[in-house]
Every structure is written in structure tokens, then in C-alpha cells.
């Protein structure tokens, strides 16, 4: 899913990475009080993304640096150890331009529209391109909508994402348009909330010859772990540890595509 590099190109990059945006969803307003009897709520915009929370904390696999110390074989754990660098990456690369593009409205005033949305108009500079943004947050219920468009300075405005978040922004569901294409189809979805001991965020594609595949980043106070489950219903792979450190992986290419384990100070181990 990642090809060159371009505005619109950055719209379609949703399939094979790691961690949008944490969204606070905090209203207030002027409560009446005895001295003013007339006084009335005024309401506030929608709290802007923490770009923070874009990302899944890779700091695990740290303990890679150290292994030309240690005693013993690593292999297991330096194959996962390499994966993991590689989801990292990507994961930067593909929200890096969301994330900058949602970001950049934290620097302007929004405009409270007639319908009860809100309206920040803003210009992102994405390398040498100065891109108008229109983005749009309203209350509906207990959610935020939101709606992320790229306007040219001639011509229609084009849907990049759009999204909700619920509650305190700890559940939310986005989905990406691929602006190089006609007509703008779903190019993925990216989810995140909570788990029952901890978190996730998930890429789903929707791309051609990706559809269906399933990145996910689970962290949890027993277990965290990295799944992959491609959409055509081959075999799903995993890479996952546990607070000792020990952990385990299983791939199509490498160990006959069997589960490779290692213990708590990352030697190879037998599985159970």
C-alpha cells in the first residue's frame, strides 16, 4: 500500500502500519447563577487531537540494543525485534500527513456554523505544498463527528477522512478516502479503544490487493501483541510478550511457520 510519495498519495496509505490521534471530547459552558439571571451556556468547539496518541509505544524491542552482551542464542526474538522496527517505521510514514493535516488546526480559531458544527479553515504546509484544510467537529449525542476535506484554491473540496470518537475520545473509528483515485473510494479504516486490561488500534486496507487485511496493536497488562490477519484468509501472524519480557512470534517466513519463542532475558526457548 505505500507508493510514492504525494499529497494525495499520503491520503491512500492506511493498510500496513502502526499508531491516528487520541481525541478529548470536552464541552463546557456558563452555568446560570443568582447574579446574573439571564445568563445562558455558550458552547465551545470540540477539544482538538493529541497527535500523541497517533502512535503504539514500541519500546519494548529497546532491548535489542543490549543483545551483543547477553549469553545465548536471540535469534527469535531479534527476527521479531526487526519486524517491529519495520511496522515503527511505517506506521510514522503513513500518519505522518493525517496526523500533520488534523494537527496543524490546533493553531486556528474555529467558526461555530448555523447546523452546530464547528469549521476550522486553515493552510498545511506538506513539503513544498501549501494545502487549505476545512475541518468540521459536531456533537451528535454522545459522539463527535468529524470531517476532514482538502480544498484547492480552484475547485470542490475533497473528503481526505472523516471519523467519530465517543465518550472522552477513548473509542474512536476513522475512514480514508483515496483521493487518487475517481471518486475518492475507501482506501482504509483505522480504530482504537479500550480492551479490558488495556488498548488497541487497528488498520483495516481497503485497498486493491489488500482488502480485508488487519494490522492490530494490542497492549494489555498480561500480554501485548502485534497481529496480522490478511484479508484473503491465509495464515495470520503474530508477534506478542508478556511483562517478564518473554514473548514469542509466528510468520509464514521464518521457523517453517511455526511459533519461535524466547524467555524473559530474550534466549531462544522452547515453546509450550
Known sequence: ????????????????????????????????????????????????????????????????????????????????????????????????????AFGAAVHTTPVALADGAWLWTYFWQNGPQAVRIELRGRQVGDQVAWELSLAPANGTALVWFTGTTS????????????????????????????????????????????????????????????DFTPGDASTPSFIRWDPTGAGSLMVPDYNGGQEACWDAWFRDTICD
Open 1 to 100: 500500500m505505500i507508493r510514492s510519495r504525494s499529497l494525495r498519495t499520503d491520503a491512500g496509505l492506511i493498510a500496513t502500519a502502526a499508531v491516528l490521534i487520541l481525541l478529548a471530547i470536552l464541552f463546557s459552558g456558563c452555568s446560570n447563577d443568582e447574579s446574573s439571571p439571564t445568563a445562558t451556556q455558550v458552547p465551545e468547539p470540540p477539544v482538538l487531537p493529541v497527535a500523541d496518541q497517533f502512535s503504539f509505544d514500541f519500546s519494548f524491542f529497546d532491548a535489542a540494543d543490549d543483545l551483543g552482551k547477553a549469553a545465548g542464542q536471540h535469534d527469535n526474538f531479534i527476527n521479531a525485534y526487526l519486524r517491529a522496527v519495520v511496522l515503527d517505521a511505517m506506521a510514522k510514514l503513513t500518519l505522518a500527513a493525517p496526523v500533520g
Open 167 to 226: 465518550g472522552d475520545g477513548d473509542e474512536a473509528a476513522w475512514i480514508f478516502h483515496d483521493l487518487d483515485r475517481s471518486g475518492g473510494p475507501v482506501s482504509g479504516e483505522i480504530r482504537w479503544g479500550a480492551t479490558a486490561t488495556g488498548r488497541y488500534l487497528e488498520f483495516t486496507s481497503h485497498e486493491d490487493g489488500n482488502e480485508g487485511d488487519a494490522l492490530r496493536f494490542e497492549t494489555g497488562a498480561d500480554e501485548s501483541r502485534i
